[in-house]
C-alpha cells in the first residue's frame, strides 16, 4: 500500500482534526483520494465522471489557504467527497446514470450541494448508480456495470452502487445517495459500510432528480457511524423549495453517539422481517442483536400484520409516481432507456388510481402499527438484506434453496421504512462467505440520534473485525 | 309585517331565545308548521323528526330556563344534509346503498353542534353519494327550487339549499368537493361558505373525495355562517386531513369596513363561458364595494385552464377508489347518472391522478402569489342559470367551484341578485384560514341588500306569530 | 394496442353493458377534451403535491 493511500483510507473524523490542526492539508487528502481512484476505478467503475484533477486539487489548494488564515468552517471543511450522480451541481454534467440525461448540465447547486459546499466540502467526481435510480443492481447499460470490491464479479448494490463501492473501496472517504425502496441502504449492507436514510422530509430533495416523490430521501453513505452523524448534521434543514420539506431544529448528532443503550428496548419483528432470510444472514444478524443485548439492552417481540401489504404499497407508489416523471420521455424516446428500464417503466402505467390509492390507505395504516408499537420499543432491529452480493447479470437469486426474484428480494426489508418514511440505518453485522451483511436499525420519525447512537454502540464491538475488501494487488 | 319565527336567522333568534322571549319549543314549532305546509311541494327533507326535535326543544327549554344558555346555537333547530353521521339515527348518503345503515356515533361536527345546544329537526336530501349538481335523486325524489318548482336546487346539497331558501329549518350544513355547497346556495340565494380545507373536522362524514371535500354552514345571512364555523372548526385527531390552527372568533371580523381592499378579478376563466346576465349583476356588485372604497386589480392565474381536469381526475381517483367494492358488486343499485360516473372513475390510472396533483401544487402557488397582491378574489358562482329539473345541464355547472377545492382555499357563495326571477350568487374566495377576512367582504356586500328582502313565494296563509 | 375505457373497465372487473358502453365512451372522450395540453406543460418534475406526512416533535 502506497504511503499516499493513507489518507484515502481514513473517515472524516480522523481526517478533520488532523485538517484542523494543520497537520496535513486538504490537498494531500484530495491526492490520496485521486491517486487511489485513478488506481481502482476501471476495475470497479464506481465513477461516471473523476473531476479534473487540476480543478480539484485548486479548490484543495483554496481550502487549505483558508484553513491557514484560521477560518476553519468545521469537520467537512477540506475533505474531499463524491455524491451520486443524481444531484445538481451547477453548471457541472449530472446525468442519473441515463442516457436521455446524458449532456444535462443544471443552473442551480441541489440544497444538500450548496450546504456540502458551505461546510468547505470538496468534490472528486460523480458516482455511478442504477439508471434513474430505477433498480437495486447498478447495472448500468451507458455507463458500464459498477462492481463490488469484495468481488468484482458481483453487483455492489443499488441503485446508490458507485456510492456504496467508492466508500467501501476508499476511492471516496464518504458519499451521499438517494433511497427510494433501500437505494441508500442496499448498497450499504452489500458493501459493508454504513448507510443512513433520513426520515422523510430532514434533508430537502430540491435539485436531487425524483425518482418517486413520496418515497425517496437523500442520506449519508460512509465508512463510520460518526461519519454519517457528521454529513447528517450538515444536510439537514428545512427548504421553502422543497413541498416535502419539514422543519427541524439543527442537531449536533454527534454528541448522541455515547455508545451507552443500557435500559434500551430493541424490538424484534419476525413474520415479515425475518421471513425467507439467508440462514447465515439471519444468524449473523441475530448474533448482533445479542450483542446489543450484552451491552445492555433488552428485546421485546413486537406484531406489525399490515407489513404483509407492503411490498404492493411499494410497487403501486412508486409505479405510479415514476411513470408520471418519465412519461414524456418514454413516449417520445424509448429507446433512449436501458432496456430493464424501459420495461419497468411500461409496466409501471399499469396501476390504476385505484391501485396507488389504496397503497395510499395501506401506507397510513402500517405507519400507525409503527407508531404504536414504538410506543413499546426504541428501535426496531432487523436484517437490511435477506441475501449478500448476487452475480452481477443475474436476475434471480436463491434463498435457503428457493428462487427468488432479485427486485423483490433486495427491496422487500427496505422498503417499509421508505413507506413510513421512518428513519433506518444499515451497518454491517459481519461477513458470510466474505461477503458483507447488513443490519438495519429503524426508529420513529426523527429518531435519528437514538439509531445512529444504536449503530455506534455495535459498530464499536467491530463486526467486521477490521477487514476490508481486498483489492490493494489488482492491476489493470 | 312581523317574522314568522321559522324565517328568522340563528342572530335575530338568539337573543330571543337567551332573554326568554321565546321558547326552542316555538321555534321548532314554527319551523314545522312550514315544514307541514310547504315541504311536499319541495322534497328538501328525506326524514322529518318532529317528535326527537321537540323532545331536544323542551330540554333546551328547560336548560336556559335554569340559566344554563350554552351560547347563540342553543334551542336553534338545524336539518343537516344526509350524510353525516348521527349516533344510532339512519343516515342514508343519498343512497339505496345505504338506505337503511345506522350510524353509531356522532359526526364530529355533529357532536359539536349537539353540544352547543342545537336541535336537529330531519335530515335533508341530496344527490346520491354527493356525486352531482342536480340533487334529482332517484331513491328520494328530486328537490326542488324554492323560487321555481320546475328549477334545480343546485347540489349536492340542495335539500339544505332548498330548506334555508324557504324558512323549512334555520339553518344547515353541507358539504363541498366540487361546488356542493356553494352552488345549492347561488341557486336558492343563500349564504354558503366552503372553510379552508383543514379547518373543519371531516370524521363521522362519508367521504367523496378525501382531499376535495369539507363540510361548511349553508345559512340565512353572513353572520349566521360567521356563528356556525366558530362552533364547527377546530382540530380533531380523528381526521388525518385536519389542521391544528387555532379557532377565530370570525363573528368580531364583521365590521363591514372593506376601504382600501384589494378585490382580485381573474378574467379568463372566471369570466369566461358565463351566462351574461349573470356576469352583469357579479359585476355590478363588485363596483358596489368599490364605491364602498375597496379597489379592484385584475389578475392572472394560468393554472385554472386545467382545473376542470385536475377535479375531475382526482374526483374520480379518490371517489372510485371509495366506491371500488360496490360499483363491482351491485352496480344497479346506483342511480343511472351515478352508476355511469362510478365506472368511469375506475378507469382513471395512477399516473392521471397524479399529475392532477401536480396541476393542483401549481394552482396553489399561484394562488399565494396573488394573494400576496389581492385580499379577496371575486367571480359568479355558477356559469349558468339553475336549469330544469331533469335536464342534462348545458355547461359544467362546477366550473368556477372546483378551484377552491382543488387549493383548499375558503370560499363564500352569497346571493347578488336576481334574474328571470331566479337568485344569481357571488363567490368570494381568500387565502388559506381567512374565513374571517372572507365573511367581512360577504358581510359589507351583504349589507345593501342584494335580494331586497324578497323570498320565495311560500308564505302561510294563517299566520302565527309573536 | 388500443383499448376503449369499456375494455379496460371490463379487465378490472367492472360490468359494462351496451347502453353504459356509448355513454362511457362519450364521457371518457370529453375528459380527455379537458386536459388539452397538459402533457406539455408540467415543467417540474418535483413539483407535486404529495408528501410522506409525518408529525414533528
Not at chain 1, 459500510?193 to 426520515?199: A, D, H, Q, S
Not at chain 1, 454529513?231 to 455515547?258: H, M, R, W
Not at chain 2, 321555481?148 to 339549499?161: A, T
Request: aromatic content about 6%; proline content about 6%; glycine content about 8%.
Amino acid at each position: 500500500m502506497k504511503m499516499s493511500e493513507v489518507l484515502a483510507k481514513k473517515t472524516i473524523s480522523e481526517l478533520a482534526p488532523l485538517l484542523q490542526r494543520r497537520e496535513i492539508s486538504p490537498v494531500e487528502v484530495t491526492q490520496s483520494v485521486l491517486d487511489r481512484t485513478k488506481k481502482l476505478n476501471d476495475s470497479i467503475n464506481a465513477y461516471i465522471d473523476i473531476n479534473n484533477e487540476k480543478q480539484v486539487l485548486q479548490s484543495a489548494k483554496l481550502a487549505e489557504k483558508e484553513i491557514l488564515e484560521g477560518s476553519y468552517r468545521g469537520a467537512l471543511h477540506g475533505i474531499p467527497l463524491a455524491l451520486k450522480d443524481i444531484l445538481n451541481f451547477k453548471g457541472e454534467k449530472v446525468t442519473m446514470g441515463s442516457k436521455i440525461h446524458q449532456n444535462f448540465i443544471p443552473d442551480f447547486d441541489a440544497t444538500v450541494v450548496t450546504k456540502l459546499k458551505q461546510a468547505g466540502a470538496l468534490f472528486t467526481g460523480k458516482l455511478n448508480m442504477h439508471e434513474y435510480a430505477y433498480g437495486g443492481t447498478t447495472n448500468n447499460p451507458h455507463f458500464g456495470p459498477c462492481r463490488n470490491p469484495w468481488d468484482l464479479d458481483r453487483i455492489p448494490g443499488g441503485s446508490s452502487g458507485g456510492s456504496g463501492a467508492a466508500v467501501a473501496s476508499d476511492m471516496t472517504i464518504a458519499s451521499l445517495g438517494t433511497d427510494t425502496a433501500g437505494s441508500i441502504r442496499i448498497p450499504a449492507s452489500i458493501c459493508g459500510i454504513v448507510g443512513l436514510k433520513p426520515t422523510h422530509g430532514l434533508v430537502s430533495k430540491y435539485g436531487c432528480f425524483p425518482l418517486s416523490w413520496s418515497l425517496d430521501h437523500i442520506g449519508p453513505m460512509t465508512k463510520t457511524v460518526e461519519d454519517a452523524a457528521i454529513l447528517l448534521e450538515c444536510i439537514t434543514g428545512y427548504d421553502q423549495n422543497d413541498a416535502t420539506s419539514v422543519k427541524s431544529s439543527p442537531f449536533n448528532y454527534n454528541e448522541a453517539l455515547t455508545g451507552d443503550i443500557k435500559g434500551k428496548v430493541i424490538g424484534i419483528e419476525e413474520d415479515f422481517f425475518f421471513n425467507m432470510i439467508d440462514h447465515e444472514v439471519d444468524s449473523l444478524v441475530k448474533d448482533g442483536i445479542r450483542k446489543l443485548e450484552e451491552l445492555g439492552a433488552r428485546i421485546e417481540l413486537v406484531k406489525i400484520p399490515s407489513l404483509k401489504y407492503s411490498e404492493f404499497a411499494e410497487y403501486m407508489t412508486f409505479m405510479a409516481e415514476s411513470a408520471l416523471i418519465h412519461r414524456n420521455n418514454l413516449i417520445e424516446r424509448p429507446q433512449d432507456f436501458g432496456e430493464d428500464v424501459r420495461a419497468s417503466l411500461l409496466l409501471a402505467n399499469i396501476p390504476s388510481a385505484n391501485d396507488y390509492l389504496q397503497a395510499q390507505q395501506i401506507r397510513r395504516k402500517i405507519s400507525k402499527e409503527f407508531s404504536m408499537v414504538f410506543e413499546q420499543i426504541d428501535v426496531l432491529i432487523a436484517p437490511t438484506l435477506p441475501v449478500t452480493a448476487s452475480v452481477i447479470g443475474e436476475e434471480s437469486v436463491v434463498i435457503n434453496g428457493q428462487d427468488c426474484s432479485l427486485t423483490d428480494t433486495l427491496i422487500r426489508l427496505t422498503s417499509p421504512a421508505n413507506l413510513t418514511g421512518i428513519p433506518s440505518i444499515s451497518i454491517p453485522a459481519g461477513l458470510s462467505q466474505g461477503l458483507p451483511v447488513g443490519m438495519q436499525i429503524m426508529g420513529p420519525a426523527f429518531s435519528e440520534e437514538v439509531i445512529l447512537n444504536f449503530a455506534f454502540a455495535f459498530e464499536q464491538t467491530n463486526p467486521l473485525k477490521g477487514l476490508k475488501p481486498e483489492i490493494g494487488q489488482l492491476v489493470k | 309585517m312581523r317574522k314568522q319565527l321559522a324565517e328568522m336567522s340563528i342572530s335575530e333568534l338568539a337573543p330571543m331565545l337567551r332573554d326568554r322571549e321565546v321558547s326552542p319549543v316555538e321555534v321548532s314549532n314554527s319551523v314545522f308548521t312550514r315544514v307541514k305546509a310547504f315541504e311536499k311541494e319541495i322534497n328538501a327533507y328525506v326524514e322529518i323528526n318532529e317528535e326527537k326535535a321537540l323532545e331536544a326543544a323542551k330540554k333546551a327549554e328547560q336548560e336556559i330556563f335554569r340559566g344554563e344558555y350554552k351560547g347563540p346555537l342553543h334551542g336553534i333547530p338545524m336539518a343537516l344534509k344526509d350524510i353525516l353521521h348521527i349516533k344510532g339515527e339512519t343516515v342514508s348518503f343519498g343512497s339505496k346503498i345505504h338506505k337503511y345503515f345506522i350510524a353509531d356515533q356522532d359526526a364530529t361536527v355533529v357532536s359539536k353542534l349537539k353540544s352547543a345546544g342545537v336541535v336537529l329537526n330531519g335530515k335533508l336530501n341530496m344527490h346520491e353519494y354527493a356525486w352531482g349538481g342536480t340533487t334529482n335523486n332517484p331513491h328520494f325524489g328530486p328537490t326542488r327550487n324554492p323560487w321555481n318548482l320546475e328549477k334545480i336546487p343546485g347540489g349536492s346539497s340542495g335539500g339544505s339549499g332548498a330548506a334555508v331558501a324557504a324558512d323549512l329549518t334555520i339553518a344547515s350544513l353541507g358539504t363541498d368537493t366540487g361546488g356542493s355547497i356553494r352552488m345549492p346556495a347561488a341557486a336558492c340565494g343563500i349564504v354558503g361558505l366552503k372553510p379552508t380545507h383543514g379547518r373543519v373536522s371531516k370524521s363521522g362524514c362519508f367521504p367523496l373525495s378525501w382531499s376535495l371535500d369539507h363540510i361548511g354552514p349553508m345559512t340565512k345571512t353572513v353572520e349566521d355562517a360567521a356563528i356556525l364555523l366558530e362552533y364547527m372548526a377546530g382540530y380533531d385527531v380523528n381526521d388525518p386531513t385536519c389542521e391544528s390552527i387555532p379557532v377565530d372568533s370570525y363573528t368580531s371580523y364583521l365590521t363591514g369596513d372593506i376601504k382600501g381592499k384589494v378585490i382580485g378579478i381573474e378574467q379568463d376563466y372566471f369570466f369566461n363561458n358565463v351566462d351574461e346576465r349573470i356576469e352583469l349583476l357579479v359585476r355590478k356588485a363588485i363596483d358596489q364595494m368599490e364605491a364602498m372604497g375597496a379597489k379592484v386589480e385584475i389578475v392572472k392565474i394560468p393554472s385554472l385552464k386545467y382545473a376542470p381536469y385536475a377535479e375531475m381526475m382526482t374526483c374520480y381517483g379518490e371517489g372510485g377508489t371509495i366506491h371500488a367494492k360496490n360499483i363491482r358488486e351491485r352496480p344497479e343499485e346506483y342511480g343511472e347518472d351515478v352508476r355511469i360516473e362510478m365506472k368511469l372513475a375506475q378507469a382513471i390510472s395512477s399516473t392521471d391522478y397524479l399529475q392532477a396533483q401536480q396541476v393542483r401544487n401549481w394552482m396553489k402557488s399561484e394562488f399565494s402569489k396573488v394573494f400576496e397582491k389581492v385580499d379577496v378574489l371575486m367571480a359568479p358562482m355558477l356559469p349558468i342559470l339553475p336549469p330544469n329539473i331533469g335536464d342534462q345541464p348545458a355547461v359544467n355547472l362546477g366550473l368556477f367551484s372546483c378551484p377552491a377545492n382543488l387549493t383548499g382555499l375558503p370560499a363564500i357563495s352569497i346571493p347578488c341578485g336576481f334574474s328571470e326571477g331566479l337568485p344569481v350568487g357571488l363567490q368570494i374566495i381568500g387565502p388559506a384560514f381567512e374565513e374571517g377576512r372572507v365573511l367581512n367582504f360577504a358581510y359589507a356586500f351583504e349589507k345593501t341588500n342584494p335580494l331586497k328582502g324578497k323570498k320565495p313565494p311560500f308564505q302561510m296563509k294563517v299566520q302565527k306569530t309573536i | 394496442m388500443k383499448m376503449t375505457v369499456c375494455d379496460l373497465l371490463i379487465s378490472m372487473g367492472v360490468e359494462v353493458n351496451e347502453e353504459e358502453a356509448m355513454i362511457l365512451q362519450t364521457r371518457w372522450e370529453e375528459l380527455q377534451q379537458l386536459k388539452m395540453d397538459l402533457d406539455q406543460i408540467i415543467p417540474n418534475p418535483a413539483d407535486i403535491a404529495l408528501r410522506n406526512a409525518l408529525t414533528k416533535q
